[in-house]
């Protein structure tokens, strides 16, 4: 039986390295840890990176400039053999929050002083014990709202601070049973095909019982939020979603695993649609936008109880000749 404990200790000492390193320091770890053609891939401003000192350079150095004494909380980790290339490749998954205090300003956003927690979740491809290619992905709008800088004018659910796994059972640091990841993926997998598409012809809630337990907690993004419940989800997500957007392809992804009760995926972008009714309280558009999204997964039994969403909204937005960062910047320097 396959393990991956070989993969998830690259990645939990690679990650110890990035912890510890200082601004200037990140591009010697990351040459130590990853592959010639390293590939980074994060959300607006950021998108695709390509090798150690770019990644230090735009991410990692300014980042740790702006929020001293950073510490990394992490929720959920796991890996898995990648769906999406016939199991050939093996990805971990990291979820969490980078904590620490926002004394310099990042971003266009004004530091406070004060404790602030990024959303984060990563999946790295691990190759011979090195890292190949990195998908982060931090919820920016939802650091901003922290931080009374909110960047998005409404959402249908709640803003909060997101928790963990219920159980309390998401660092799958030791080795797991292989028939539950296969359970998982298939469940996973089962979802994609019956919802992802909005075709199953079943009224919205019947069509979410079939792969969800009736008590759901879905952690969504800043921008939407985060709901709870069967009746709650379809009220403050999927049925206004579902009405604002027309025309959405086939759902794509880069990598899509699982192991234990836990799993996910991420795509770049993961599909494309239309806000033909209007989203997030701005008006309508004919034009195509991307959503690029990682999803996380805990399985209890045969329904999937919780999930984690991670949409580059910004990035969405930019499509539609709409840039929430740059607007947040001019605030920031006209109040200065």
Known sequence: MENFQTQKNALRVFHQALDAAKPGAHDRVLWNATTPDYLWRG?????????????AETFWDPLKAALSSLQRREDIFFAGRNQIDDFASVWVVSMGHFLGLFDAPWLGLRPTGKLAMLR???????????????????????????TGQGLFPKQTAAHLVQPGPMTHDGLLYAVQPEAEGRKTLNLINAMIADLGQWQSGLPLEEELRRTWGEEMLWWGPEGIGATYTIPRY???????FRAGFSERSHTSHIARLAEGSYGGFFGW?????????????LPGSESEGEFRVIDIYRRAGDKLA???IFIDLLHFWKTQGVDFLAEAAKRRRAAE
């Open 43 to 55: 959300f607006h401003p950021f998108d695709e990176l390509q090798g150690p000192e770019s990644v």
């Open 120 to 146: 984060y979740c990563s999946f790295d491809q691990i190759i011979d014990g090195q890292v190949a290619q990195t998908a982060l992905y931090v919820d920016i709008p939802h650091f901003a709202a922290q």
């Open 234 to 240: 379809a009220e403050q997500h999927a049925r206004p």
């Open 269 to 281: 972008p993961n599909f494309t649609a239309r806000p033909t009714g209007g989203f997030m309280g």
């Open 306 to 308: 919780e999930n984690w």
